[in-house]
C-alpha cells in the first residue's frame, strides 16, 4: 500500500529530502537525467494511485510531488507541447535523448516553481473577484498573447494565474528602487554601450587571383592600377572595370564600416592615412585590397538624458530578476519536493 505524502517527511527520508531541495533551488546546479533522481523515491505500485488533496486519482505516472500536490508525467507531457516535435526534427539519437530530457527537466522546474508560487497565494489567502476574472477573460481572449497558453484554457485556471502574478509582484517588487546615483554610475562605467563606434567611409578595388594565377603576377596588374590613379584616372572609374569586388558597381563604394567589420590587414592600413588618400596594396588571404578613405566619423555618445530611462528599466529589471530569484529559493528551501519519473508513460 502506497504510504501517505506526509511520511516523505519523516526523518528517515531528511537526506533525501535535502537532495531534492538542492536539486532544485536552481535550474543551473541539476543534471540533465533527471532520471537518476527517481532511485531515491519509494517505490509506488503500478496500479496503486497517489490522491492528490481533493482530486482525481491518478492513473499515469508521477513526475514530481510537491508539498502535497503531484505533477504528473502526463501533465508535463502536455506542457511541452509541440517541443518534443521539433526537437525531434532537429536531432535523433543519444543527442535527442540528451535534449529532450533537459527540456523536460525545464518545464518540470517550471511547473513546480507554478505549483510552489500559487500554493504560496493560497497560504496568504489572494483572491481573484468574479468581476476581475471575467474582465481579465475578456480581455485574453483578445489577447491571448499575453498569459501562458494554459492559463488561458479555462477560467479556472486563470484565476489560478492572476493569483500567482499577483503574491509574485507582493512578494518581488516590494521596497525595489532605482536611485538616480545607481543611474547615473551605470552611464558612467558602461560608456561604451551607449557610445556609436568610430566608423570609416571607404572605397576599394579587389583583385582576386585568376585561375593559374600567382601572387607576383596579380601583383603586378594592381601596381599598373596604382599607376593609373597617379596618372588621374579616378578611383571609382577604375573600380567600377578592374575590381572584383560586388562593390564594384558602385564604384568600390562600401559606405561606413567599423573597425571590427574589416580584416586587420585593412584596419591597419586605415589608421596610416587621412581623407582623400588612397592605401599602398595589401594583401590579404582573399587577395590584393587598394582603400581610399573618403570620410572618417568618430563616436558619439548618447547624451545622459536621452538613455537614462533605459537604464533605469534595465536596473529595475535586474533587481526585480534577483529579487525572483531569492523568493523562488526561499520557497524551495521551505518545501519538500521530490522528483519520481521525467520518461513519458
Known amino acids: 500500500m502506497t504510504p501517505p505524502l506526509h511520511q516523505y517527511r519523516s526523518a528517515s527520508h531528511s537526506c533525501r529530502r535535502a537532495q531534492a531541495r538542492r ?19 519509494p517505490v509506488v505500485p503500478a496500479q496503486a494511485p497517489i490522491q492528490d488533496a481533493g482530486s482525481k486519482p491518478v492513473a499515469d505516472g508521477i513526475a514530481a510531488i510537491v508539498n502535497t500536490e503531484i505533477i504528473t508525467v502526463s501533465e508535463v507531457q502536455t506542457e511541452m507541447g509541440d517541443e518534443i516535435f ?16 533537459q527540456k523536460r527537466y ?25 468581476e476581475e476574472l471575467e474582465q481579465v477573460w475578456e480581455q485574453a481572449r483578445r489577447n491571448p498573447g499575453g498569459f501562458p497558453s494554459a492559463a488561458i484554457q479555462s477560467k479556472a485556471a486563470l484565476r489560478e494565474e492572476m493569483m500567482v502574478r499577483r503574491v509574485r509582484d507582493m512578494e518581488t517588487r516590494r521596497g525595489l528602487f532605482v536611485s538616480p546615483e545607481d543611474i547615473r554610475a551605470y552611464y558612467k562605467e558602461q560608456q561604451p554601450l551607449f557610445t556609436s563606434p568610430h566608423a570609416h567611409h571607404i572605397r576599394q578595388i579587389l583583385l582576386l587571383p585568376k585561375l593559374g594565377e600567382n601572387m607576383e ?8 592600377l596604382m599607376s593609373q590613379l597617379d596618372e588621374g584616372r579616378t ?14 558597381v558602385m564604384g568600390g563604394d562600401l559606405g561606413f564600416v567599423t573597425k571590427n ?12 592615412i587621412s581623407p582623400g588618400e588612397v592605401t599602398p596594396l595589401i594583401e590579404t588571404e582573399i587577395g590584393i585590397h587598394i582603400l581610399r578613405l573618403e570620410e572618417s566619423r568618430p563616436g558619439v555618445t548618447e547624451p545622459f538624458e536621452k538613455v537614462k530611462d ?11 530578476q534577483k ?23
Open 106 to 130: 525545464e518545464v518540470l522546474n517550471r511547473m513546480i516553481e507554478h505549483k510552489l508560487q500559487l500554493q504560496e497565494a493560497k497560504e496568504k489567502q489572494i483572491s481573484i473577484s468574479d
Open 86 to 101: 521539433r526537437l525531434k526534427a532537429r536531432y535523433d539519437g543519444d543527442e535527442l535523448t540528451e535534449h529532450l530530457s
Open 217 to 224: 603576377t596579380l601583383k603586378a596588374r594592381a601596381e599598373i
Open 235 to 248: 578611383f571609382e572609374q577604375l573600380a567600377e572595370l578592374f575590381s572584383d569586388g560586388s562593390e564594384s
Open 261 to 272: 567589420e574589416l580584416l586587420p590587414p585593412l584596419r591597419d592600413a586605415l589608421h596610416k
Open 310 to 320: 533605459a537604464i533605469e528599466s534595465r536596473l529595475y529589471q535586474e533587481k526585480l
Open 23 to 41: 536539486a532544485f533551488r536552481t535550474m543551473a546546479t541539476l543534471p540533465i537525467a533527471l532520471c537518476v533522481v527517481a532511485w531515491l523515491a
Open 323 to 345: 529579487s525572483h530569484d531569492a523568493w523562488m529559493s526561499s520557497l524551495k528551501d521551505k518545501a519538500y519536493i521530490e522528483i519520481r519519473s521525467l520518461l513519458p508513460s
